[in-house]
């Protein structure tokens, strides 16, 4: 069987990519949070905060969150 290259076929290019996926989505809610909380989308305040606050935590603390989980051990 050929290395290809793909992220299917290495599981460390599988992850980073994951992790890059959810600190992405996590940007994108902290956009979405502030587009609510400056009144740019017709949502209730409160879905506001909690995208915002969700995002904060997607993007800053999950990465580093699932690079411990998936961390070879010594």
């Known amino acids: ?6 992220p299917r076929s290495d ?3 599988l992850r ?3 992790i890059q996926a959810v600190r ?4 994108v809610m902290v956009l979405l949070g502030m587009l609510v909380l400056n009144g740019k989308l017709a949502w209730p305040a409160p879905v506001g905060y909690f995208l915002l606050l ?3 935590f997607d993007a800053l603390f999950v990465p580093t969150l699932l690079a411990r989980r998936w ?4």
Do not use: I
């Open 1 to 6: 069987m050929t290395d290809d290259g793909s």
């Open 11 to 13: 599981p460390a290019k």
């Open 16 to 18: 980073y990519f994951t």
């Open 54 to 56: 969700n995002g904060l």
């Open 71 to 74: 961390k070879t051990p010594k």
């Open 24 to 27: 992405l989505a996590g940007v």
